[in-house]
């Protein structure tokens, strides 16, 4: 079993011992550095030590939503922001289908492409953050 396999299997192992209320007491990254103090326990090379490091790691990004949230924390924001996305998705969808319904209102046919316009740009601004999120953490 190779260094990233075992990571991902003890952080799963780990995840099920520790009772929820004491997860919920604790952020992704605290969590993630008990995977790293583990892998430093279980392997000499550092190559090693950061593949198991990232088995947990990948592992643990699953299960995000049981964490203390953490304003500093790239991941949670990053999730919320799938979320935000996923959200603006659905608003879209529906607004285009309230104008196929009332295309032939003027009235409201032109709240409608107004807001679909102002979604539109909402959109573009949340990709923008989350392309900028995603850069800073290279």
């Known amino acids: 079993m190779s260094a990233l396999e075992m990571g991902a299997k003890r952080g799963c192992e780990y995840l099920s ?3 929820l209320e004491m997860l919920a007491t604790m952020t992704l990254n605290e969590y993630c550095a008990l995977g790293r103090l583990d ?3 279980h392997y000499k090379l550092k190559r090693a030590q950061d593949d198991y490091a990232r088995g947990w790691f990948e592992i643990t990004t ?7 949230p953490d304003d500093n924390d790239q991941i949670v924001a990053e999730k919320e922001i799938e ?8 608003a ?3 607004i285009r289908k309230l104008l196929t319904w ?4 003027y009235r409201i046919s ?12 909402t959109q573009c601004s949340i990709l923008d953050l989350k392309n900028y999120i995603k850069s800073q953490s290279k």
């Open 17 to 19: 011992r520790i009772p």
């Open 102 to 105: 009332r295309k032939d209102n």
């Open 92 to 94: 879209e969808a529906s």
């Open 39 to 41: 892998a430093r326990q």
């Open 83 to 90: 979320i935000l996305i996923g959200n603006l998705e659905q």
């Open 62 to 68: 699953s299960f995000v939503s049981l964490f203390k």
């Open 110 to 121: 032109n709240h409608l492409t107004r807001a679909l316009d102002d979604l539109e740009e």
